[in-house]
């Protein structure tokens, strides 16, 4: 079983300031994990990835996020906040295994103040 | 690449109708999904097919819903006997053969009032 949990159901972050949004997994066997962001009114978009290459993992629009086992979270970072970031942000979990189907956290609403 | 289609984007109907809804998968994968998502939630898995074979359902799946995908390409979804509680977001989306990441449809939103 898997399961994924996003601490704050909202944030708000001024332009220009760091974005971090917190996501803890649980799952009993090896996972993939995912960062996918929503806009309104439209599907998910995947940002990022970790699928047990390199820890640290570099996405689109100058997203990263590290994967730590120890701790099982894979935190979502963005050294500067910009306008355009004000989205809905998922963090999902899969198995490595055949299937692969997504479980996701309840989402994160970022709010970006100019 | 065109991307995941979804059609209808909406869709209003009364309590107790019948829909279906439809989803074509980018062209070369053979893996497509179904979610769905109420407001303020993330999406909660339905369903899946690799090729034409529904492999896994959801307990959300109940009788009144039914899923195909006839010939290993589009796929259809059908809620009948509507309740409001069926209100949310239908996504559909499909992943290739090796590769780890699904791509999103940009979903179905239903109303049942």
């Known amino acids: 079983a898997q399961s994924v949990t996003q601490l704050g159901s909202h944030v708000s972050v001024s332009e220009g300031a760091l974005v971090l949004l917190r996501c803890n997994y649980s799952s009993s066997v090896p996972p993939y994990l995912f960062w996918y962001v929503q806009y309104p009114n439209q599907g998910l978009q995947l940002l990022l990835k970790y699928t047990s290459a390199a820890t640290l993992v570099k996405g689109i629009n100058g997203f990263e996020a590290e994967f730590k086992k120890s701790e099982t979270s894979f935190h979502l970072t963005k050294p500067s906040a910009h306008m355009s970031d004000a989205a809905e942000y998922f963090c999902a979990v899969s198995p490595q295994a055949a299937g692969n189907k997504l479980t996701f956290g309840g989402g994160t609403r970022v709010l970006v103040k100019p | 690449d065109t991307g995941v289609s979804q059609d209808p984007r909406h869709k209003i109907t009364k309590r107790g109708q019948n829909v279906t809804f439809r989803c074509d998968p980018i062209?070369?994968?053979?893996?497509l999904y179904w979610y769905r998502q109420t407001l303020g939630q993330g999406p909660e898995f339905l369903t899946y097919?690799?090729?034409?074979?529904?492999?896994?359902k959801s307990r959300l799946l109940s009788d009144r819903f039914s899923a195909e995908r006839p010939k290993g390409s589009f796929s259809t979804l059908e809620i009948q006997r509507t309740e409001q509680g069926d209100s949310a977001m239908y996504l559909c989306?499909?992943?290739?053969?090796?590769?780890?990441?699904?791509?999103f449809g940009p979903g179905t939103r239903l109303t049942v009032l």
């Open positions: 989306a499909s992943r290739g053969t090796g590769v780890n990441e699904q791509f």
């Open positions: 097919f690799q090729n034409e074979a529904q492999l896994e």
């Open positions: 062209s070369e994968h053979n893996r």
